[in-house]
């Protein structure tokens, strides 16, 4: 187990609608990232988050956001849902100190299906 | 933009055998980490192994070793003594600079008693 917990494990949703995904980091790690795992894939970048603010974004449409809180903890919300969102979806958290032992620590991951 | 192949969709070893996994990737950058992660079914990501850049000398975790080749860009994950538990998927991931990942499309492994 490594301390990142994520909900919820699954979801259920209609194209259209809106949703959000949370994750809990590991104590004492200021950065998370999220993830889309699309199936039979590898994990793709969403963004990631390093204390509240937003910190480098991958190739996904703004309709993907997120959010951090004071305590790490974050979201990511996704609007207008299509159907090839479906994915897994991973929140990762690292403790950012720039040190050759920052390693990202997955969650277990929400899995998201989209009618 | 950096960009990270496994080449090999599945691969498969007898129990307490040696298999190797092979990962390539592309980069501008000199300074950077590489990684191997596992997800076994349960779906959880879970380290492997770890690789600075700068260093010459291939890190080892217990039965897991790599081959860093940075001249080439290869990054090759060797399990020695395989067994039923390392059954899982295998995913080769680099750690740019500016902090984000990149991971591969990830090796299959089956382990045959």
């Known amino acids: 187990e490594t301390g990142v917990t994520q909900s919820p494990t699954h979801l259920i949703k209609t194209r259209g609608q809106q949703v959000t995904l949370r994750c809990s980091s590991q104590s004492g790690h200021n950065t998370v990232s999220w993830y889309q795992q699309a199936l039979g894939q590898g994990p793709q970048f969403i963004f990631q988050?390093?204390?509240?603010?937003?910190?480098g974004r991958g190739n996904f449409p703004p309709r993907f956001s997120g959010l951090q809180f004071p305590n790490y903890s974050s979201e990511l919300n996704v609007n207008a849902l299509e159907l090839d969102d479906s994915a897994l979806y991973l929140c990762?958290?690292?403790?950012?100190?720039?040190?050759?032992?920052?390693?990202?620590?997955f969650g277990p991951g929400t899995r998201l299906t989209v009618l | 933009a950096q960009t990270v192949t496994q080449s090999q969709p599945e691969m498969s070893v007898q129990e307490a055998e040696t298999v190797t996994l092979s990962c390539t990737y592309d980069t501008s950058e000199s300074d950077y980490y590489l990684f191997w992660y596992k997800q076994p079914p349960s779906r959880q990501m879970i380290l492997v192994i770890r690789?600075?850049?700068?260093?010459?000398q291939n890190a080892t975790e217990n039965r897991f070793s790599v081959n860093f080749q940075k001249a080439a860009k290869s990054f090759s994950l060797k399990i020695s003594d395989s067994q039923l538990g390392d059954a899982a998927m295998y995913f080769c991931a680099y750690r740019s600079w500016k902090d984000q990942f990149y991971f591969g499309t990830g090796t299959s492994l089956t382990v045959i008693p």
């Open positions: 990762a958290s690292q403790p950012r100190t720039n040190l050759p032992t920052d390693t990202q620590y």
């Open positions: 988050y390093y204390r509240e603010e937003e910190n």
């Open positions: 690789q600075e850049a700068y260093k010459q």
